[in-house]
């Protein structure tokens, strides 16, 4: 820290991406509330744990070689270089992944970082309850959360990223980044694991299978959207000087800046969160005919359908966009159920994924020929660049891991729970040991009543 | 082109102002806006007129309004 001014700077940067992990840690909660909402009973305490481990399994992973990866693959590598010179500050034995008071910034930015990772392993948790194996899941967590969704980021959601530069891909809040590819990765795992016993009909229509308890469904929703706030926040960088930045910006303007440092304000992304939120819920409320799951849920797709742009979209024109992307991922949900057979517990992969891919799309069309970087030689942003960018999200890093990946566990025995298990509940066990201590509690106090 | 008419960012911020596409539309997406949300409250009263409707047929003895009632 040289000057008064770039210490301010540096403890306000600091102490910023500080206050968005927290924020963020709602989002956890709220997928947690969420998804033992929508279980049944005889499985609330696997459906708990199993999201609640992705915490450590995925931290620890992201440490070890998560946070590397953002740093080292810009470039593919092999699409333009190799392995990126700052890759070396972010190994593990590096001595700035540590206690250290030159360098007061990679420790919350890790933090930001890592907690999107987790959003993206929940939201594969939810598509999966009551039937997977907590371990298969745990192995997924850590290939989503810590290999598969920061290898997309470090393609197109970096200064530097390949795809920023040849495709002008622009994603400013993550539909593709953390959304799409967490949808995709969710379907590549249903395709696999299979519908739960007793969601379809032996006619091959689906049967709805209720939450047990709605109210726990729309508060860790609600806690969603809370924490989302946090998540939009820890996307900018939040004051940075045009020489600091390094690009074609000239003057001495200070501004915030997106993942890409180019210029956006958190007054510009507050309205667009909270006209593409409104914008979802008023569309699901119509088409989901005041289904609270679904409006709930829609708010939530409007405002991924919209992040890959809301950083330059006008208000209204992020509330449009949200409307029709929830209004497609709620029509493509039921399609794909019906039509395939796909029994995803909390539409994650219509909400995120097919919102997410949406939304990309649009953002190629509403952003046309808009630079996607303040740095010379990169591609504009384009539809085909979008579109390009959305398959490769979705599909490459998405489906088509978790596909390969359950394909193998499946083979081995370890992806799915037997049927008699299911049927008696994940918890059968601890849920027998539970009655039994009740039972021998209250028989050794009604011995002391005489 | 460019739909907000910038084709890259060497400029001086301070002489940058709104960045969002299509400006000089802003009426236009007011007017689209008012009838999203106009449209939003006729398909609503639409459709709770219908529920409302369905509501009316159901539970002609009024044994399900009882338990409603005793569920509090």
Redesign the interface.
Same mark, same amino acid.
């Given at each position: 820290m040289g000057s008064n001014l770039d210490a301010l700077t540096t403890v306000f940067t600091e102490f910023y991406y500080w206050v968005t992990v927290v924020f963020m840690f709602l989002i956890h909660v709220g997928f947690c509330l969420y998804e033992v909402g929508a279980s049944r009973r005889r499985n609330h305490l696997h459906t708990l744990m199993k999201n609640t481990m992705l915490i450590p399994l995925v931290t620890v992973t992201f440490y070890f070689f998560g946070w590397w990866i953002y740093w080292a693959f810009p470039n593919g590598p092999g699409i333009l270089g190799g392995i990126e010179d700052a890759a070396a500050a972010n190994t593990p034995w590096s001595q700035t992944m540590g206690t250290h008071l030159g360098d007061r910034i990679t420790g919350v930015f890790w933090a930001a970082f890592l907690l999107f990772s987790w959003t993206a392993a929940s939201i594969v948790s939810g598509s999966v309850i009551e039937r997977i194996r907590s371990g298969a899941f745990w192995i997924h967590a850590v290939l989503i959360g810590s290999v598969f969704w920061i290898i997309d980021a470090a393609w197109g959601w970096h200064a530097g990223g390949w795809m920023v530069k040849l495709l002008g891909y622009h994603d400013a809040y993550a539909s593709g980044v953390i959304h799409a590819i967490a949808g995709g990765y969710a379907l590549g795992i249903l395709v696999v694991l299979g519908p739960r016993l007793g969601k379809f009909r032996e006619d091959g229509t689906p049967r709805d299978i209720p939450p047990h308890n709605p109210w726990m469904v729309t508060l860790g929703l609600f806690m969603i959207y809370t924490g989302f706030w946090g998540f939009y926040a820890a996307c900018n960088v939040p004051a940075i000087s045009p020489e600091a930045i390094g690009g074609q910006i000239t003057g001495e303007t200070w501004t915030a800046t997106n993942i890409y440092l180019a210029p956006t304000s958190l007054s510009a992304i507050t309205f667009n969160f909270l006209m593409s939120l409104s914008g979802g819920l008023m569309v699901a409320y119509i088409v989901s005919k005041g289904d609270p799951f679904w409006t709930y849920s829609g708010g939530l797709a409007g405002i991924i359908t919209a992040s890959a742009g809301n950083d330059l979209y006008h208000p209204i024109q992020a509330m449009l966009i949200a409307g029709v992307g929830t209004w497609c991922a709620y029509k493509l949900h039921y399609w794909v159920e019906r039509k395939f057979k796909i029994d995803d517990a909390v539409g994650a992969v219509a909400v995120h994924g097919y919102a997410g891919f949406i939304g990309l799309i649009i953002a190629g069309f509403v952003l046309w020929g808009q630079p996607s970087s303040p740095y010379e030689g990169y591609a504009t942003i384009s539809p085909w660049g979008q579109l390009i960018g959305a398959c490769i999200m979705f599909g490459l890093l998405g489906f088509l891991p978790a596909y390969i990946v359950s394909k193998i566990m499946s083979g081995m025995g370890m992806l799915r729970i037997p049927r008699k298990v299911e049927l008696e509940g994940l918890d059968f066990d601890e849920n027998s040991t539970y009655q039994a201590a009740v039972d021998e509690v209250r028989a050794a106090e009604k011995a002391l009543v005489a | 082109?460019?739909?907000?008419g910038?084709?890259? $960012?060497?400029?001086?911020?301070?002489?940058?102002g709104a960045?969002?596409?299509?400006q000089g539309a *802003?009426v236009l997406?007011?007017l689209?806006?008012l009838a999203? $949300?106009i449209g $939003?409250h006729v398909?609503?009263l639409r459709?709770e007129n219908e *529920?409302v409707a369905r509501e009316m047929k159901a539970d002609a003895e009024g044994d399900e309004a009882r338990d409603a009632i005793d569920r509090y």
């Open positions: - | 082109m460019s739909t907000n910038m084709t890259s $960012w060497a400029v001086d911020l301070k002489d940058i960045i969002y596409p299509f *802003e997406m007011v689209v806006g999203f $949300w $939003w398909i609503q459709q *529920e």
